[in-house]
């Protein structure tokens, strides 16, 4: 079995078998909290952009998007879908060279659990940079809750879109890693690859501390992109901070 670097054959198929039906309500959600700010949010940058999904939506909601990855698999399938005029960069974080100032930034489904914890402040720093005063960042991360759903269900396969796969992950509780083998193999030819990836759980002190060292307040989180507060069956908090005005 072909073993490939992180998001290069798995950009092929990660549409279909890895990502859920989840962007049209998350951006629906990005609007309407941005409709509160009377200074308006025009562009937006999406870090971790991956395939293009949420900017697809955003674009189609009326917002100039500019994407950034560090995959450039990933961001051959998202020009296939934005097309040959869209704005993406291929930039490996925490360094942030994009030019412009931006109104908003976003990183959705997990993208900043890839950073290490010595990269997180570094990245939110850059990204603030990025951003006018008063602008917002909103991302999700994995929370505790999700290191323990993963601790204890190590193994996740199944069939879908032509293609077998296996999800096989160790989860370290005290370096607060998740070490995962993804094993995909397409039915019809038994074409097969390995991809070994690695995620990092941060705590919700640690993520305060990182985004006010970095320059942002009003920092606060729900479940999921929703209103719903985070409790201590949430998966997947969304946290959304402003840069300070002054």
Not at 9 to 20: K, M, N, P, S, T
């Amino acid at each position: 079995m072909t073993a490939a670097e992180p998001y290069t054959r798995l950009a092929g198929v990660y549409d279909e078998i890895v990502v859920d039906p989840c962007y049209a309500r998350w951006a629906a959600y990005l609007h309407e909290l941005w409709r509160a700010d009377d200074a308006g949010v025009r562009t937006v940058l999406d870090v971790c952009c991956g395939t293009g999904l949420m900017a697809a939506e955003l674009i189609a909601l009326g917002y100039d998007v500019v994407g950034v990855d560090a995959s450039a698999a990933m961001l051959a399938r998202a020009r296939g879908l934005l097309g040959p005029t869209a704005r993406l960069l291929q930039q490996t974080l925490p360094e942030l060279t994009v030019e412009g100032v931006f109104d908003a930034a976003i990183s959705n489904f997990d993208g900043l659990n890839y950073l290490s914890h010595a990269d997180l402040t570094p990245t939110l720093a850059a990204v603030a940079q990025r951003l006018r005063p008063g602008g917002w960042l909103v991302f999700d991360l994995h929370t505790d809750a999700m290191m323990d759903f993963t601790a204890a269900h190590p193994i996740v396969d199944g069939a879908d879109h032509g293609h077998t796969f296996s999800i096989a992950s160790v989860v370290d509780l005290r370096a607060r890693t998740c070490d995962t083998r993804i094993e995909i193999i397409r039915t019809e030819d038994g074409d097969a690859f390995t991809e070994q990836h690695r995620q990092y759980f941060f705590g919700d002190a640690q993520v305060r501390a990182a985004l006010t060292e970095a320059g942002f307040d009003q920092i606060s989180t729900t479940d999921e992109y929703s209103s719903d507060p985070v409790d201590d069956a949430t998966l997947r908090a969304t946290w959304t901070a402003r840069r300070k005005s002054g």
